[in-house]
Each structure stands twice: as structure tokens, then as C-alpha cells.
């Protein structure tokens, strides 16, 4: 079996520590000690994208809106305010940390942005947005949603002639890459040359829920790893390290992890006392804050 270096600092010490997955195994790093899929399992990820038209874990983006309406809705949660109150938020404070006055409008691209529920908040916000997916179906349910949506499908990595960007996004968008800086470099060369920031959240390998995983032996999952969709690992210092191989060191403004509910830098999710299991997540959401270890990673960095 071919063994890959880390996929982050690109050192060759590694550790095997689970050797169950049928076709690879999962080896933590020695020098950072982000964990990974080597080999990378490149063809189940393909085909699993082919069936399902996504890279996500979750299903495909109609899976996504049908859960959305059949829970949210039906409960009176409306998820478009969730996501205004998050973004309002959230733009507040890039604004300040840019020095911007309220009033000044923010050119802000959003990567991996699905069915475009942020890019239409910020838009209600007055900012200038774009959006965009490669999944096709997520991309024509936003746009048959809204078809002023300014999102579009497309791959990022072989985008050019956008930007230049005050604020590139991206959530849950990181995980899915097999080569995680290509990413970053390529967020970096959309961006204004200074003054501008890249803010991501990714799965935290180290939360609580990341812990139960590592223990149970399951097939698909070892903590923030979900094969094939999430072939490594992150840690706090994974995303340091990324940042710091850029060209161009940025100022790295926050790396921390943060509960899925977290009100400015969560993921939109309706406060635990609209759904049925708000005890068991209350619980789970207090626990992991005091651990400081939520469900997310979140980085910004500003260059
Ligand atoms: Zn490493």
C-alpha cells in the first residue's frame, strides 16, 4: 500500500493508528499530529460524488432542503432569520477588524456556499456577495429559490477572473480537499492584496463528539475522519501550520473551536430549546464549551 506524507506539514514520520478501513489506513503525524487516510481513498470519493451529487457527509443538497422543510419549517424555525442574525453578526465583526465603517459595503465571496442561505443574508445586509458550488443541484435549488441569488456552480480551484475580495468564506469546505494548501493559496490570490481576511470552520478532530468516535470502532468514522468524505483530521495547530506555509505569512487573528451553535461563528443551527432533543444538546453544547472542545475549528486570518 503506497503511504502518503502528511497531507499538512508534509513530514514522512508517521504513526499508524487504525488499520481497519478496508482499502487504507489511518496514520497520525509525528510532527503536527493531524490525522490521515493513507492512501487517500480517491476512487469511493469519486464514485461516492457521482451517485450523490455532493461531497458531503450529510447527502446530497435535496436531502438537505427536503430535512430542512419537513424539521425547520414545520416547527415554525425559519432558518433564513437564523442565518440573517448569524451573518449580521459575523459581519459586524469582519468590518471591525477591517477597520471598516458600518456603512461600507464588503466584496465577500463565499466558497463551498450551497444553496446560498449566507450569501442571501449578506445580500439583505447590502453587501456585495457571490457564491459559489460545485454541487450543481444545491446551486439550481438556491437559484430556483431566488433567482437574484448571485451564486454560481463551479470549481474554486480553477476560478481567475473574480475578486479581487475583502472576506473569502468557507464553511465546512476545507475537510473535503485532498491538498489542503492548494486551497488556501488559491483563496489567497482572490483576495485584496492587504486588508482582506479568509475565514473557515472545519470539523475539530479533538471535539467531544470527535472523542466518541475515536473510541467506537466503527467502519466510516475515527473523530473528525468520515471516509471517504473527510480524509483528515484537523487540529488547532494543523490550521496553523497551513497558514504559516503560505508565501505570505497572514496575521492570524483567531484558530479555536467553537461549539455548531455558536451564535456569530456557528453554523446557523436553531437554538436547542426549538427541537425536541434540547436537553440532550444543551448538554452536549455546555459540555463542549467547557472543554473547549465544540463541534468546529474555526480560523481567520488577515492579510
Ligand atoms: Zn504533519
Known amino acids: 500500500m503506497e503511504i502518503i506524507n502528511c497531507p499538512v506539514c508534509f513530514s514522512k514520520s508517521q504513526r499508524k493508528i487504525k488499520t481497519k478501513f478496508k482499502t487504507t489506513n489511518i496514520f497520525s503525524c509525528k510532527q503536527c499530529k493531524t490525522s490521515y487516510a493513507s492512501p487517500f481513498i480517491k476512487e469511493e470519493f469519486d464514485e461516492t460524488y457521482a451517485s450523490t451529487g455532493s461531497v458531503n457527509s450529510t447527502g446530497s443538497a435535496k436531502d438537505f432542503i427536503d430535512d430542512l422543510k419537513s424539521t425547520n419549517y414545520e416547527k415554525g424555525i425559519n432558518t433564513s432569520a437564523i442565518y440573517l442574525s448569524t451573518f449580521t453578526k459575523r459581519l459586524n465583526y469582519w468590518k471591525k477588524i477591517l477597520g471598516k465603517k458600518p456603512s461600507d459595503k464588503l466584496k465577500i465571496l463565499e466558497v463551498g ?58 464553511s465546512q469546505v476545507l475537510e473535503h480537499f485532498f491538498t489542503p494548501l492548494e486551497l488556501l493559496v488559491k483563496l489567497r490570490s482572490l483576495l485584496k492584496e492587504s486588508n482582506s481576511l479568509i475565514h473557515i470552520d472545519i470539523p475539530n478532530h479533538d471535539s467531544l463528539s470527535s472523542f466518541y468516535y475515536k473510541l467506537r470502532p466503527t467502519s466510516k468514522r475515527f473523530g473528525g475522519i468520515i471516509l471517504p468524505f473527510h480524509q483528515i483530521g484537523y487540529k488547532r495547530k494543523s490550521l496553523e501550520i497551513l497558514f504559516n506555509k503560505l508565501e505570505e505569512k497572514p496575521e492570524i487573528l483567531k484558530i479555536f473551536s467553537c461549539t455548531n451553535n455558536h451564535k456569530s461563528f456557528g453554523q446557523s443551527f436553531p437554538s436547542p430549546s426549538k427541537l425536541k432533543t434540547s436537553i440532550v444538546l444543551n448538554a452536549y453544547y455546555g459540555l463542549s464549551k467547557i472543554t473547549n472542545s465544540g463541534g468546529l475549528l474555526v480560523a481567520i486570518a488577515k492579510f
Open 113 to 170: 456556499c450551497s444553496t446560498g442561505l449566507a450569501i442571501e443574508s449578506l445580500s439583505k445586509l447590502g453587501q456585495n456577495v457571490m457564491g459559489i458550488d460545485i454541487d450543481k443541484d444545491a446551486i439550481s435549488i438556491g437559484k430556483r429559490r431566488n433567482p437574484n441569488l448571485n451564486i454560481y456552480f463551479g470549481d474554486i480551484i480553477k476560478q481567475k477572473d473574480i475578486g479581487p475580495f475583502d472576506v473569502i468564506f468557507a
